[in-house]
């Protein structure tokens, strides 16, 4: 398996690439019985395709909202979201999205959640897709469990099959392991590498946690505190597959106080 890892210039746009998915002065305002929300301001976002992107900035910055204009379940006040040279509106087929929570149904199984999107579609399930990523997930014989005999972890997997099932081009993750406990958020990062890996998918990435993010990213974004806009992109030239022994190391350790530091400056 080749290196994932890209190089290039650390910046929202280039000439030198065309983007999976064009974020363009993007501004999103909320509004409230208590006043207008400024969530995000001017956004410009350019997400290769195939890359591992991160995004990351402090609590409230307007991280998910941005993710969600990308998925077209929220709309922008102004700017544009375009997949290629389609301009996003509402969801795609080209485009999952895996939440921070699981979200299956308590009184579905397994295996009947995750036909759900098919069912929506009203299209026949790819029942061997859907058993082969089973089993690289490590949920082979669990399709008959409902939710409640899952554990947090094992859920999360099913959530990942659930949308990698429809076999979108680009997968959009809202901080989906920040709720699990960190041996288990390891093996999703793990897991959530090694697909990545194999599939070639484009994936953006929110989370609160700089190590996850450097883990797991070819380029991690920086946003501001509200309103959001994106202030820096580093490169994360680390080549793959990682291991988690490489988050003790002087040079990833450095990584987390420059990305901190940027963070905290803004």
Not at 155 to 171: E, F, H, K, N
Not at 174 to 183: H, M, V, W, Y
Not at 225 to 236: H, L, Q, S
Request: aromatic content about 6%; glycine content about 8%; charged content about 25%.
């Amino acid at each position: 398996m080749q290196s994932h890892a890209r190089g290039g210039a650390a910046q929202t746009g280039s000439s030198e690439f065309e983007p999976k998915m064009r974020v363009q002065s993007a501004d999103k305002f909320y509004h409230t019985a208590s006043g207008d929300v400024h969530a995000l301001d001017s956004v410009d976002l350019d997400v290769r395709d195939g890359e591992f992107i991160c995004v990351i900035g402090p609590s409230g910055c307007g991280k998910t909202t941005l993710l969600w204009c990308m998925a077209g379940l929220h709309d922008l006040s102004s700017g544009s979201v375009l997949l290629g040279q389609e301009r996003i509106v509402s969801p795609h087929p080209e485009i999952a999205m895996i939440f921070q929570d699981a979200n299956l149904l308590p009184w579905r199984d397994l295996i009947r959640n995750i036909y759900l999107p098919f069912e929506i579609k009203r299209v026949k399930p790819d029942i061997d897709r859907i058993q082969k990523l089973l089993a690289q997930v490590g949920l082979e014989g669990f399709d008959r469990k409902y939710p409640r005999e899952l554990s947090g972890g094992m859920q999360q997997r099913a959530s990942i099959v659930r949308s990698l099932a429809v076999d979108p081009s680009l997968l959009l993750m809202d901080e989906p392991f920040g709720a699990l406990d960190a041996f288990t958020r390891d093996e999703m990062n793990l897991l959530i590498q090694s697909i990545w890996m194999e599939t070639g998918k484009t994936i953006v990435f929110v989370t609160h946690s700089i190590p996850e993010a450097i883990f797991l990213a070819d380029r991690v974004a920086v946003m501001s505190a509200r309103p959001g806009r994106i202030t820096r992109i580093f490169d994360i030239d680390i080549p793959r597959p990682r291991t988690i022994d490489i988050t003790t190391t002087p040079s990833f350790i450095g990584k987390v106080l420059e990305i901190k530091a940027s963070i905290e400056s803004r």
